[in-house]
C-alpha cells in the first residue's frame, strides 16, 4: 500500500514549504491576516494565522486530507465501526457526550441505551452522596474522594476536577493516587478520616499493577483502622469495564460502575471514570462538560473541512511536524486551573500518535506526534521559554486562555492577558539585530556594549503558534476543548495512516517490570547476585539489593 508521502498532495506540500514565505512578510502583506486564518466553534476561538501557511499552503493541505480519506473516517468512527483494528474495537467516547441517548451502535446493537443506564446510576449515586444518605460506616458523610487510577484514569479526572475548581460543590474535596511509588498513597493517607472517605477504583482493566496495588493497600489501610470487611460495600467503589475482577477485589456489583471496551482509557473521562469529577463538581456540572464536547462533537461531524476547526488544527501541526519539521510541541495555558493540561494532553496525543507503523504494519513513511510539553502561563514563561524563543531547535505552541476570569483579583488577569498576547507576538516577529542596535542606542548604551550585547538580544522569530480563545473557563468550554484536542489527534493520526487508539509501546516496559521485581530484595533480605539481564540493570539491582540487604 503506498503511503501519504507517496502522494501528488504531499509532494505539493513539499514544493511549497521549500518557497514558503516568512511569517512577518504574510503579516506585512496581508493587514487582515487573522481574520482569515481563525474559526469559531462550540465556545471556542482559534487563531492559527501566526503559522508560515499560505492560501495555496491551506488549500493543499485540504486535499491532502481528502488524499488521506479524512472524512471517511470521520463517518467510520461515528458509525461505530472497528477501527482500532489491532484490538478489534469501535472508538465511540463521543457517544458519552450524546445526551440525548440516540443513534450509536457497533455492528448493529444499540449501545446508547447502557450509556444512559449507567449515567443514571452515576447521577443517583452523586446525589445520595451529597445528600448525605449515604455515609460511612459510622454515619458520617462521605466528604473525601480518593480516586486511584493511573493514565486515562487520572489524568482525565485530575485536570477536570482542578478545572472545574469554580463549580466544586462546598465541603468536599477529591485527591488522586495514582503513582505506584507508595509516598503517593501514604501522604494521602496521611490526611484521610477513614470513617468519611470513599475510595474510587478506576481502571479500566482492572489489572493495571499500579492502581491494584494502591487499592489493595488501600484497602488495607481501612481495615487497619477498625473497617470490618463488610464496612468495605460503604467505603469502596469501583469503575471498570472488567466485572469478574472488581468482584474478586471485593466490590459488590452495586458498587460498579461499568463501562466499555470501545471506550479508550484516555478518552474516558466522559464515562463513569468521570465519577470522581461529577462528585466533586455536582452531576449538573459534569452533564454540562458532556454538553459542551458534544457541541463539538456536532460541529467536527458536520463543518466542511477549511471550517472545521479540529481538522485545521489537526492540519497546522501536520504542516508543522512534517513540512516545518518542527519536532516538539508546546502546550501553554494561561489558566491555573487547566495547570494538567500539558499533562493529560501527553498522553491523549503521545499514546495516540507516538507510533511508527502504519495500520496495515509497514514502517510509517513520515514522522508522526510530536514531544508535547508545557506548563501552565506565566510560569512557563520563567523556565523553558528561552528555548522556545532561542533555542537551535524551532518549537511550535498551542496558547490557550480565557477572557475573563472566575477569580477577577486586582489586575491579575490583564496581566495574564497582557503575557498571553505578548509572548506569541514575540515568537513571530522576533527582533533583528538591527532593531536590538537601535534599541540600545536609544537608551544610551556605548558602542562597545552595543557591539557585544546585540548578537544576544535578537530574536530569529517566525516560531509558529496558535492561540485558542474562550469566553470563561466554564464546564461547557472544558468539555470543547478536550474533544477538540481528541479530534485533532485522531484526524493527525488518519492522514500518518496510523491506528491513533492502541499503545502497545507500554507493554514491554511492563513485563520486564514483572520480570524485576521478584529479584528486588525486601529490606533485610539477602538476595543471591542476580542474572539474565543486561551489565548496566545487574549493577544496578546488585547495588540496590545490598543497599536494601542493610537497610
Ligand atoms: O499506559 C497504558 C494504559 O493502558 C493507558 O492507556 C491507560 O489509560 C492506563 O494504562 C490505565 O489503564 P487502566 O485504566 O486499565 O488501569
Known amino acids: 500500500m503506498a503511503g501519504i508521502t507517496d502522494t501528488a498532495e504531499w509532494r505539493r506540500l513539499e514544493d511549497l514549504a521549500a518557497a514558503r514565505p516568512s511569517m512577518r512578510a504574510l503579516f506585512d502583506a496581508d493587514p487582515v491576516r487573522a481574520t482569515a486564518y481563525s474559526l469559531e466553534a462550540a465556545g471556542l476561538f482559534l487563531d492559527y494565522s501566526r503559522n508560515r501557511i499560505t492560501d495555496e499552503i491551506r488549500n493543499a493541505l485540504i486535499a491532502l486530507a481528502e488524499t488521506a480519506g479524512l472524512e471517511d473516517a470521520r463517518r ?11 484490538e478489534g474495537r469501535a472508538v465511540l467516547h463521543p457517544a458519552l457526550r450524546d445526551l440525548s441517548g440516540e443513534g450509536f451502535s457497533i455492528d448493529g446493537h444499540d449501545i446508547s441505551s447502557a450509556i444512559v443506564r449507567e449515567c443514571a446510576k452515576m447521577e443517583a449515586f452523586v446525589s445520595r452522596v451529597h445528600a448525605g444518605e449515604l455515609r460511612g460506616r459510622t454515619g458520617k458523610p462521605l466528604d473525601t474522594v480518593v480516586n486511584i487510577g493511573i493514565g486515562g484514569s487520572d489524568l482525565g479526572p485530575q485536570l ?10 462546598a465541603g468536599r474535596r477529591t485527591i488522586f493516587v495514582s503513582n505506584v511509588d507508595g509516598q503517593h498513597l501514604a501522604d494521602a493517607l496521611e490526611t484521610l478520616n477513614p470513617d468519611s472517605t470513599l475510595f474510587v477504583i478506576s481502571s479500566k482493566t482492572f489489572t493495571t499493577q499500579e492502581t491494584m496495588t494502591n487499592a489493595a493497600s488501600a484497602r488495607n489501610w481501612f481495615l487497619s483502622r477498625g473497617g470490618a470487611a463488610a464496612d468495605i460495600a460503604k467505603h469502596f467503589v469501583a469503575i471498570s469495564t472488567n466485572q469478574d475482577a472488581v468482584r474478586a477485589f471485593g466490590i459488590s456489583p452495586e458498587n460498579l460502575f461499568a463501562f466499555w471496551d470501545w471506550v479508550g482509557g484516555r478518552y474516558s473521562l466522559w464515562s463513569a471514570i468521570g465519577l470522581s469529577i461529577a462528585l466533586q463538581a455536582g452531576f449538573a456540572t459534569f452533564e454540562r462538560m458532556l454538553r459542551g464536547a458534544h457541541e463539538m462533537d456536532a460541529h467536527f ?8 476547526m479540529p481538522i485545521m488544527l489537526a492540519l497546522v501541526g501536520i504542516w508543522n511536524r512534517n513540512f516545518e519539521k518542527i519536532s516538539a510541541h508546546a502546550v501553554l495555558p494561561y489558566d491555573q486551573h487547566l495547570a494538567r493540561l500539558p499533562a493529560y494532553l501527553q498522553q491523549l496525543d503521545m499514546e495516540s500518535n507516538g507510533k511508527s507503523r502504519r495500520i496495515d504494519g509497514a514502517p510509517v513513511d513520515c514522522k508522526t506526534g510530536p514531544v508535547i510539553f508545557g506548563e501552565p502561563g506565566t510560569n512557563g514563561q520563567h523556565a523553558f521559554y528561552q528555548l522556545i524563543h532561542q533555542g537551535t531547535d524551532p518549537v511550535s505552541s498551542d496558547f490557550i486562555a480565557a477572557a475573563l476570569s472566575h477569580a477577577p483579583l486586582g489586575d491579575h488577569h490583564e496581566k495574564l492577558l497582557a503575557n498571553f498576547l505578548a509572548q506569541p507576538e514575540a515568537l513571530m516577529w522576533g527582533r533583528t539585530e538591527a532593531e536590538v542596535r537601535v534599541l540600545l542606542a536609544k537608551r544610551g548604551d556605548k558602542q562597545t556594549d552595543i557591539d557585544s550585547l546585540a548578537p544576544h538580544m535578537a530574536f530569529p522569530g517566525e516560531r509558529p503558534t496558535s492561540s485558542i480563545l474562550m469566553e470563561k473557563l466554564t464546564p461547557e468550554a472544558l468539555g470543547a476543548l478536550l474533544a477538540l484536542y481528541e479530534h485533532k489527534i485522531f484526524c493527525q493520526g488518519v492522514i500518518w495512516g496510523i491506528n491513533s487508539f492502541d499503545q502497545w509501546g507500554v507493554e514491554l516496559g511492563k513485563s520486564l517490570a514483572a520480570s524485576i521485581l521478584p529479584k528486588i530484595a525486601r529490606v533485610g533480605e539477602v538476595k543471591p547476585a542476580s542474572a539474565g539481564h543486561d551489565s548496566s540493570t545487574l549493577a544496578l539491582l546488585n547495588r540496590i539489593n545490598a543497599i536494601r540487604r542493610k537497610g
Open 76 to 86: 467510520r468512527l461515528f458509525a461505530g465501526e472497528r477501527i482500532n483494528v489491532t
Open 160 to 169: 477536570a476536577v482542578e478545572a472545574l475548581r469554580p463549580y466544586w460543590v
Open 301 to 308: 461531524r458536520s463543518a466542511p473541512i477549511e471550517r472545521n
